[in-house]
């Protein structure tokens, strides 16, 4: 140690990390950035997806041995866990002797059609292979972000947060021109044939809605450098403006998911207050700038919506909507669940299984396409494995939330998870990680929660 220099003097991040370290955050960065730009469109869009898949395939060659550090230093739950989601739709595509496939639960109709034309013999579990090998090559963004992300510190992790926020806000901009104008050229994807939208560059607006519910959590919760006065005021500005692209989507189950992360705010202010008055003036001029604060946010807020106050009541008028086409698909797929209980039919076979089971009654012009509820269309697809794997996961989460209360960066950590809670709290809904960008999210928010909720013991090792 030199000499006169304090004991306790804190280390910087630049000081402690190894240089690869650097390259394999812009590396991660680098993988979510072209999630961010190409993934938004779902299944349809086969070849963006793969765009970003071989991104991430090549730079998880490029750094296999990080990787692999991953299996060695992540908590034994979560690395089980990611195994055994690769595990089933690989399980699913192994080839099974006719006797053992046919025999399974609602395999007579597909036994009987390859009769019909020939085609006996061994057959995967899986009523469409092809489907269930798009399904695997999904995981393939998150699973890399996951295992590259581990080996970066704490602190950076921060960094890939910020980026998801400076993305929700191009997507405000981006998305401008589909709010104001009535055609349809400002638009990523055909099918988002809704002017006055905003989209951004999402297929489907309850995506893009939740993704600016994420970038809304992080800007409101992740630490900002202290480089500027004008960071805290530019720091709710944002926030502002998240909000209002939120609005802005028309996507009811955003707007209703954007108080998650107003609540963890309200809920964190609340308590450094608290905290605070107890050292006396200090703490109760903390306290009044908090106030003055959260009433300018308010105002900025109020000025802003006054700018669309059409586009607000119209978010708010489909809550009250009564005709939900939801309902009915819910109906039959149910029905077609029980029909693949226990086994499923496939990972990513939906579309395909579920026209078996729609009634007529229920049918209409257009194709449901999804079950517009995740834990059915998983139950159908990835039968009791699958809901199992529901369940672990969901446990895994309030795990990990309830260790991060003694985290120093509990908060970081909890940012993560509310994050995945609003993910799981719209799958009840729609089908949130069917595109490659909120797989990306999703996986940043993870990493946030399993890495920053731990405490600095523990995590010791990963930040060096």
């Not at 009987?112 to 489907?131: C, F, P």
Request: charged share 15%; net charge neutral; hydrophobic share 50%.
């Amino acid at each position: 140690m030199q000499r006169g220099a304090p004991r306790d003097a804190p280390r910087r991040v630049s000081d402690t990390l190894p240089a690869p370290t650097d390259r394999v955050l812009w590396t991660v960065a680098a993988i979510i950035f072209v999630a961010m730009c190409l993934g938004g469109g779902g299944v349809r869009y086969g070849l963006n997806n793969l765009v970003v898949q071989l991104c991430a395939l090549g730079f998880l060659a490029f750094y296999r041995d990080t990787f692999l550090g991953f299996w060695r230093r992540a908590p034994l739950a979560l690395k089980a866990l990611v195994l055994a989601s690769l595990a089933l739709p690989v399980l699913q595509l192994v080839p099974l002797p006719e006797a053992i496939w046919s025999a399974l639960p609602g395999r007579t109709l597909a036994a009987d059609a390859r009769a019909a034309i020939g085609e006996i013999g061994w057959a995967s579990l899986s009523l469409d292979s092809a489907r269930t090998l798009v399904a695997l090559s999904g995981l393939i963004v998150p699973v890399t972000i996951l295992g590259l992300g581990w080996a970066i510190s704490r602190d950076q992790i921060h960094w890939l947060g910020w980026l998801v926020v400076a993305f929700g806000l191009i997507n405000l901009l981006a998305g401008t021109g589909q709010v104001v104008s009535s055609e349809e050229l400002t638009s990523f994807y055909p099918e988002t044939s809704m002017p006055g939208v905003l989209f951004g560059a999402f297929a489907n607006r309850n995506s893009t809605g939740l993704f600016l519910v994420a970038g809304l959590t992080f800007a409101s919760l992740l630490p900002s450098p202290r480089i500027h006065p004008l960071v805290g005021p530019a720091r709710i500005a944002v926030c502002v403006l998240l909000l209002l692209a939120i609005i802005l989507t028309q996507s009811r189950t955003a707007l209703a998911l954007s108080l998650v992360p107003l609540l963890l705010v309200g809920a964190k202010l609340a308590l450094e207050s608290r905290r605070q008055s107890s050292h006396g003036y200090a703490g109760n001029q903390r306290s009044w700038l908090i106030g003055l604060g959260t009433f300018g946010a308010l105002a900025l807020a109020a000025g802003l919506l006054a700018l669309a106050p059409g586009r607000l009541s119209e978010t708010l008028d489909r809550f009250n909507s009564d005709a939900n086409p939801r309902a009915y698909i819910w109906e039959d797929a149910l029905y077609s669940s029980k029909r693949y209980w226990p086994v499923g039919s496939g990972m990513g076979t939906f579309d395909e299984v579920f026209q078996v089971d729609e009634s007529l009654e229920n049918m209409t012009q257009r194709r449901a396409g999804r079950a517009h509820n995740d834990y059915i269309e998983v139950a159908i697809e990835g039968g009791l494995v699958g809901v199992a794997l529901i369940v672990a996961w969901l446990a895994l989460w309030g795990w990990l939330t309830w260790r991060a209360r003694s985290s120093s960066q509990r908060w970081v950590a909890w940012s993560g998870s509310a994050i995945l809670l609003t993910i799981a709290l719209q799958s009840i809904t729609d089908y949130p990680l069917r595109n490659q960008t909120m797989l990306a999210v999703g996986a940043i928010a993870l990493l946030l929660l399993a890495r920053c909720g731990s405490t600095a013991g523990v995590d010791e090792e990963n930040d060096q």
